[in-house]
């Protein structure tokens, strides 16, 4: 079917509007003015995000040309990656977490995969691929070029750069491997073992010789964890009438290591169930950021009488060991020792309905936005 | 006044009785029975330990002779250290802490300092001191040898071994010095700081060059805080509104290391107050001890938000740095920049009034009782 002709018309004089404000502002010969889809903060998040928070605009433009003498650096983006600390950021007067809270009516950011269409700066070049801070939006000038990572090794999907070989990765590495100090045998417990950061945890444990159980939302995530990812247990913390005698029913001997994702009543749970000098790795508190006022954790007592060390850790502090990790983890994702999910929306319209799935678990695997394949 | 003659008589008996059961029971010529009075368990404790939970016999007896072969050691009591992990120890069901929770009807134990009358064991000398656990009564056979310590300087108050230089001295050298890492210039918050622990966490937080502030329970415990130990700010908790208000208004900058003696609500405020990569020190959470159901801390999210670390330990995985601690302690404590704070009880009839007054704040200073002098 042809394109209809209001469509083209309504496209021309789109390109003659861009045209005519290029030249208003003496924008450079061959520069061109793009449209540029972006997700904006419509509104400061209470509660459980909404779509309606969000707003996706369709016509904003962009310049497409590093201004002289600045060192950013221009990107097409490729994949955006949902993770929960974007919630956080999305609270009115929130608390930086690696970037700054986001502002109503500004396209909010995160971590994204993205291909160099220009560069100011010497470690970047036109054609490469990079994963690192970037908006939410088809193309971005990047100016925090220290958020942003070169892509050593492009055999592999590049949308793993936005989970399992980026933020979420090297979180599960730093947080399980370096901040727990696993041994084999121990017993790790992991909740939302089925996301980004659980899958890859518990298939470290495994590597490590750990006994590994997980819990999910859904048995057909659990189903994944006992079968896809090889955990040697796991259970749908939705349908159990207690948490503390589920976790209780997986370790009967007791937990050496909890990789906390949830916070709240899991880790009540886990606090009861911990063996003695137990590690707890604080990743991250899912079932909290949603609460107007966050649950009470009540068996702090057991970090005394079990002598246990909770640790909460910003993967930020972490980026020197990246190289170390794509060491360890690619070759075992190249022999299939490592596994990956992912769970894929389609195009930016698409982009606040699979932030705000992500809250109510909707996503299976790791979610993210595909934008563009190159 | 002469001691009136029924009493001479009712002694007479006594001494017949023990005696005739000295003879019944093989006892080798020489040994003594003695008189030993005691602290029995008479109710678990749930909720507030109530004076009446507990009860002095003083119609026990013990044969004092170290039996053939064993290498028991038989000591005289002279102080009984009043520690807040005791209360645990009352619960039914209790879970170990160092010792076994304890049985109705029989003597409580705890940290004490003792003079040796006997010893079976090479390590222990008639005439020598210990410190160490003990049964809360006059006289002990002590079987676990492994729990108690020779008292290597005696040019200082016996007594301080029951607080300052035993248990509690270790716990906050362990606590602090060795757990969180305190630097110069770093911000310091104790809570029940006029206590045996916290007096000590103070001193050598000033001594590091930190700048301390305390909380406690009274006006008077505050004054003690600013003025004897030196701290550089302190506040009463129980007149104070709100305890994140107060605390806020103590470290406009934030907390760097917490050492927390007491949980729940205190630890909540301290959280909110942590700054990056901030310690906390779960020393003991003498607040929900007596709970039915332990509160709820609601502000764990800044553990990942502030790359918090909490420990939980027990002093006895420390023993060998005693040595250290100890060379470390004692000049200070000669020299006067250490100084200590006790609260004595005098006898074991006041015993359990004195244990029990510890979780109403009763005690100004380091609680014990006092049994003997020599």
């Not at 399980?176 to 045998?185: L, W």
């Not at 916070?263 to 590690?279: E, F, Q, T, V």
């Amino acid at each position: 079917m042809e394109t209809p002709r209001y469509i083209k018309e309504n496209f021309k004089r789109k390109k003659e509007v861009l045209e005519v404000r290029n030249k208003m502002a003496g924008v450079a010969e061959g520069a061109v003015m793009k449209n540029n889809k972006k997700v904006l903060l419509k509104k400061y998040v209470s509660g459980f995000p909404q779509e309606s928070d969000l707003e996706v605009v369709t016509n904003e433009t962009i310049l497409l040309k590093v201004p002289q003498e600045s060192n950013a650096v221009l990107v097409k983006n490729l994949y955006l990656s949902c993770d929960p600390f974007l919630r956080v950021l999305m609270s009115d007067l929130a608390e930086p977490i690696y970037i700054e809270g986001f502002h109503l009516g500004n396209v909010i950011r995160g971590f994204g995969v993205s291909r160099v269409l220009e560069s100011g700066h010497p470690d970047f070049k036109e054609g490469e691929y990079v994963w690192g801070i970037t908006g939410w939006e088809e193309y971005s000038l990047i100016t925090d070029t220290e958020k942003i990572f070169k892509i050593p090794f492009t055999d592999v999907p590049l949308s793993y750069y936005t989970g399992l070989l980026g933020m979420a990765g090297l979180t599960a590495y730093i947080g399980f491997n370096e901040m727990c100090s696993p041994k084999k045998g121990e017993y790790v417990f992991i909740s939302a073992a089925s996301g980004a950061v659980g899958q890859l945890v518990g298939q470290l444990g495994k590597l490590k010789g750990c006994y590994v159980v997980g819990t999910a939302g859904s048995d057909e995530k659990v189903e994944l964890l006992k079968t896809k990812f090889g955990f040697d247990d796991a259970f749908n913390y939705k349908t159990e009438k207690s948490l503390g005698v589920a976790v209780n029913r997986c370790f009967p001997n007791g937990i050496d290591i909890y990789f906390d994702n949830v916070g709240g009543a899991m880790l009540d749970a886990a606090l009861l169930n911990m063996r003695a000098n137990g590690r707890i790795s604080a990743c991250g508190m899912i079932s909290q950021y949603n609460l107007e006022e966050p649950e009470g954790v009540h068996f702090l007592v057991k970090m005394l009488t079990k002598r246990l060390t909770m640790k909460g850790f910003n993967v930020i502090d972490h980026f020197s060991v990246y190289p170390k990790f794509l060491e360890v983890v690619i070759p075992y994702i190249k022999n299939g020792e490592i596994t990956y999910l992912e769970d894929k929306a389609d195009g930016i319209e698409n982009a606040p309905a699979a932030l705000v799935g992500l809250f109510t678990g909707k996503n299976v695997g790791k979610q993210l936005v595909v934008l563009a394949d190159e």
